[in-house]
């Protein structure tokens, strides 16, 4: 085993992506776009209730959305497997209506990772949620527009570059997620063998210190444009909506 | 017409109101800052519910507690025009202006072009709002109001935010609005300057309850009302019609219940009718008619009332013809033995009565307007 370690001289085809990781990589930019887009409509109405609405629960509510935050990602996992898995409730019914099965596979992936970045998402929307100028809201109505008017013409053009935030935190997020999903989805390649599962599969391999090194700097690479392009999307948006 | 009597209690403060509003021209909810005009404006546009009363407008019932109606902002179809001008930033001029038309255009009786025109926001429609100057910012949220087809138009201390200049550069179009297009508005303001311009009833707004509610001249010119209308701007309001222009002077003759009246040089027609306030602190008196003098108004009249409060200075009503009140010293009250009955000779210097003192109503129009067919 231990010659088995040995470093190889570092080549240019080292730096050549193989099939499998190209794979993890594509795997898991997929699962982080399906994440965000799934968890957009879900956040921004769980946003607008925290920030506008007061109901009886409301700080269980709160509580369990931050709850991923805190919570062992494996546990979450489990807690993801015990109720979609094929014979959990919501699972089960899942597949005898739709059938759809979600664990062990990249959609179940795609929910994981939503799960645990979901405070993250909530958490930027309310905030910006939470400037936007409420007089402004009462002017569109006294100019005849129906709340929900009002809500898609002038409060969310205005929460904008609070849901562009959390959108980009809830992709990274996802990029960057593993235990949830490797407990919730295991790892299987192509399906559910994200970048960090294949990075870590690597790092468990005898000569898998090159390949897994080299997904590590791409996932740096992933995560700095991911939040770059937001800086740029958020500074262009500011100066669209005039402030 | 409009209609209103409603109750509430907002903690400590409760309001307590009942008006009623006529189809055209200017009310003005006059009171101090904190008597509840903002509250009040805010439960006509159904933005605040009231615990219980009746809001209706031309018979039609935007609120009853008894019926259970409590239309909502958007169905009751006032424009409202707040002090912040609450542009949405995100918007076009252009943008905010179309915000509320309808969207059939029978519905439209409004038309862009001339209200775009009439508050002289053209060259402004592609800008947003962030590049405006505080002044543009209100005649656009006027227009954004009067494009949404109100029946009513609200407006919040639409000046209070801008300094002296922006005011005076406003206050003609709010005059534009009221001659042109005829509709009725709900003014509040705490500057009495503005209301004598442009309103024709006052609704005096003290501590949540209206204090009193009539015609301008009438609540200006009772001294028990002194303490809300304010001590140092009080002054008479009297109506006058122009009669003629002195060319070579810069002159214009107002004739007015008592006389007439010279004051510096106005812009109207003769025939237009216009008010003018002559403030109780510009009004001097003699008791024989003074020779030699510069003051062009010299009237004859009696001394109807003398103030009850008595400090170094006491006020004074008249009856000039036209009710008129005058501030002088104790020591020339006393000196004059001046009392109820007595008759005096009021002088009042031309120069004293200057721009802001007139405010032109009816039928009045500006000299330019050419249009002037309304909408």
Redesign the interface.
């Known amino acids: 085993m231990h010659s088995a370690r040995e470093r190889r001289k570092v080549s240019v085809s080292a730096l050549v992506l193989s099939a499998p990781e190209l794979e993890a990589v594509g795997l898991s930019l997929k699962v982080a776009f399906w994440c965000m887009i799934a968890s957009l409509p879900l956040g921004i109405a769980m946003a607008w209730l925290l920030a506008r609405r007061q109901f009886p629960g409301k700080h269980l509510v709160n509580g369990l959305v931050h709850l991923p935050l805190v919570l062992p990602p494996v546990a979450v996992g489990y807690l993801l497997l015990l109720l979609l898995g094929r014979e959990g409730p919501l699972g089960a019914a899942l597949y005898e209506t739709f059938g759809i099965t979600v664990a062990f596979t990249w959609k179940g992936a795609a929910i994981a990772s939503a799960v645990m970045g979901f405070p993250l998402l909530v958490r930027a929307i309310r905030l910006s949620l939470e400037t936007v100028d409420r007089g402004l809201e009462a002017a569109a109505r006294t100019l005849g527009a129906k709340p929900w008017r009002v809500f898609l013409t002038v409060t969310l053009p205005l929460t904008l570059p609070g849901i562009l935030t959390g959108a980009i935190l809830a992709f990274a997020r996802s990029l960057g997620e593993f235990g949830a999903t490797i407990t919730f989805v295991s790892n299987i390649p192509g399906e559910t063998r994200t970048l960090p599962l294949a990075i870590y599969t690597l790092s468990q391999t005898p000569d898998g210190d090159a390949a897994a090194l080299r997904l590590v700097i791409l996932s740096f690479l992933l995560a700095m444009a991911a939040l770059v392009t937001s800086e740029i999307l958020a500074r262009r948006m500011l100066v669209r909506l005039g402030m | 017409m409009l209609e209103v009597a409603v109750q509430g209690e907002f903690g400590a403060f409760a309001l307590d109101m009942a008006f009623t509003a006529g189809s055209d021209g200017i009310t003005a909810l006059f009171g101090r800052s904190g008597a509840g005009k903002t509250l009040l404006v805010n439960m006509l546009?159904?933005?605040v519910r009231p615990r219980a009363g009746r809001i209706a407008l031309d018979g039609t019932a935007l609120f009853d507690s008894a019926a259970h109606i409590d239309l909502?902002?958007?169905a009751?179809?006032?424009?409202?025009v707040?002090q912040?001008s609450?542009l949405?930033?995100?918007?076009s001029v252009r943008g905010n202006l179309v915000?509320?038309r309808?969207k059939r255009a029978a519905d439209r009786r409004v038309d862009f072009d001339h209200v775009v025109t009439l508050l002289g926001i053209e060259p402004l429609l592609e800008r947003?709002?962030?590049a405006l100057s505080g002044g543009e910012k209100q005649r656009v949220a006027i227009g954004?109001?009067l494009l949404?087809e109100p029946r009513l138009l609200l407006m919040d201390e639409p000046l209070a935010a801008l300094d002296a200049a922006r005011k005076a550069e406003i206050l003609p179009y709010i005059e534009r609005l009221r001659d042109d297009l005829k509709i009725p508005i709900v003014y509040v303001s705490h500057a009495m300057e503005e209301i004598v311009r442009l309103a024709d009833t006052v609704v005096l707004v003290s501590g949540g309850r209206i204090a009193a509610h009539g015609p301008i001249e009438e609540i200006m010119g009772r001294l028990d009302l002194r303490p809300l209308t304010g001590r140092y701007e009080a002054g008479a309001v009297i109506s006058a019609t122009v009669e003629g222009h002195d060319e070579r002077y810069a002159l214009t003759s107002l004739r007015f219940a008592g006389g007439v009246l010279t004051v510096p040089r106005v812009e109207l027609e003769p025939g237009a009718t216009l008010r003018v306030r002559v403030r109780a602190r510009d009004v001097a008196l003699a008791l024989a008619p003074p020779k030699d003098t510069s003051v062009l108004n010299v009237f004859r009249g009696t001394v109807t009332e003398v103030g009850a409060e008595r400090g170094p200075q006491v006020d004074l009503k008249l009856d000039i013809g036209a009710p008129l009140w005058a501030r002088v010293t104790a020591r020339s009250f006393d000196a004059l033995g001046i009392e109820v009955g007595k008759p005096v000779y009021a002088l009042i210097k031309a120069v004293a009565l200057d721009r802001h003192s007139l405010g032109w109503v009816g039928a009045a129009r500006f000299r330019g307007d050419e249009d002037g067919t309304g909408i």
């Open positions: 546009a159904g933005l909502k902002p958007e009751r179809r006032l424009g409202y707040f912040d609450r949405f930033p995100h918007m915000y509320g309808p947003r709002p962030k954004r109001a949404a």
